[in-house]
């Protein structure tokens, strides 16, 4: 099993430009998550998704969209980057237990 | 609502030493508690977990934490750190899972363990 994959790994992006974080998980887990990880502020709930077809929102949800269509794949897409989306992003998936990709650095200049 | 607070931001030790993490919790229903460390440029990788049961949990690489249900704690313990423990380390919390919401971690904002030679 690959666990939780996400893609890309880095990416620097202009402010107002649009881009799509991947996520896929390959354990049939019905929850999915998308979190990022500003330095010393712990990790932030973006979005989250209860099975396919079903997303809300988390603590910080502001500036950023997601869309459930399998159980495997659980995209985070921002529209219209800020300077202040500049983090890292961890995707996870669940049952009781939270299992983290590997992370997507971004920057926006 | 839960919170957790990590009461050391930064703990410097020096290699073969012990070690303890401080986390508190609060939360209005039955919790569970993970601890989750990160290395230098990598995603969070679980090292123990309580869901139920023995109060003392043990975990990969020699890790331990007690849950204190009394004293609303789940402090990490080791009884000799290695250089390669140097990591960032998270406590985070939640509930029992949900139908509608899966199992919403609350993270703490991390503690730098940073073992030196």
């Known amino acids: 099993n690959a666990g939780v994959t996400q893609t890309p790994k880095f990416r620097i992006l202009k402010i107002g430009q649009s881009m799509t974080l991947q996520c896929t998980q390959d354990m049939n887990h019905n929850y999915m998550y998308w979190y990022r990880q500003d330095p010393g502020m712990g990790l932030k709930l973006i979005y989250y998704?209860?099975?396919?077809?079903?997303?809300d929102k988390g603590e910080v949800p502001n500036g950023y969209n997601v869309s459930r269509s399998t159980t495997e794949d659980f995209p985070l897409r921002l529209e219209l980057a800020a300077p202040s989306q500049t983090s890292v992003y961890f995707c996870?998936?669940?049952?009781?237990?939270?299992?983290f990709g590997p992370g997507t650095r971004l920057t926006v200049l | 609502a839960q919170s957790v607070t990590q009461l050391d931001s930064q703990v410097p030790v020096f290699e073969e030493a012990p070690v303890e993490l401080r986390c508190n919790y609060s939360?209005?229903?039955?919790?569970?508690l993970f601890w989750y460390v990160q290395y230098p440029n990598q995603g969070l990788q679980l090292l123990l977990k309580?869901?139920?049961?023995?109060?003392l949990v043990k975990g990969i690489n020699g890790f331990e934490a007690e849950f204190n249900k009394s004293q609303t704690s789940f402090h990490l313990r080791k009884p000799s750190v290695h250089i390669s423990d140097t990591a960032e380390y998270f406590c985070?919390?939640?509930?029992?899972?949900?139908?509608?919401?899966?199992?919403?971690?609350?993270f703490g904002e991390g503690t730098q363990l940073t073992v030196n030679p």
């Open positions: 985070a919390v939640s509930g029992p899972r949900e139908e509608t919401s899966g199992s919403r971690l609350t």
């Open positions: 996870a998936s669940s049952l009781d237990t939270q299992y």
């Open positions: 309580y869901l139920s049961g023995s109060t």
């Open positions: 998704s209860v099975g396919a077809g079903i997303t």
């Open positions: 939360s209005s229903v039955s919790v569970y």
